[in-house]
Nanobody, 123 residues
Framework: EVQLVESGGGLVQAGGSLRLSCAAS????????IGWFRQAPGKEREGVSF????????YYTDSVKGRFTLSRDNAKNTVYLQMNRLKPEDPAVYYC????????????????WGQGTEVTVSS
């Protein structure tokens, strides 16, 4: 059974950092494209960062470039999202998702989802 479990969310001051984890089971993370998405109240779910299964290429949405870093630990079967210099527009529930193909940037393209972890930024 494919499972994704996120952790690491919490409350942080603007300018601070958090590291989110996405622990996978039932599949190997380097065989799947993994995406981080976020959804703020009243807004659509949006893609934040993605890692390709074929060559490990990583993509970021423009609003997080230079601040967020996606990494993958194959030995731990876990994908991370390091979030630095958090801004008031970053709060949301953050989800990781997986698909057994090349990356997609839209939520509907992903087969498997975690339960989400909430990030709150105080100003």
């Amino acid at each position: 059974e494919v499972q994704l479990v996120e952790s690491g969310g919490g409350l942080v001051q603007a300018g601070g950092s958090l590291r989110l984890s996405c622990a996978a089971s039932g599949f190997t993370v380097d065989d799947y494209a993994i995406g981080w998405f976020r959804q703020a109240p009243g807004k659509e779910r949006e893609g934040v960062s993605f890692i390709s299964s074929s060559d490990g290429t990583i993509y970021y949405t423009d609003s997080v470039k230079g601040r967020f870093t996606l990494s993958r630990d194959n030995a731990k079967n876990t994908v991370y999202l390091q979030m630095n210099r958090l801004k008031p527009e970053d709060p949301a529930v953050y989800y990781c998702a997986a698909r057994p193909r090349e990356i997609g940037r839209q939520p509907w393209q992903y087969n498997y989802w975690g339960q989400g972890t909430e990030v709150t930024v105080s100003s």
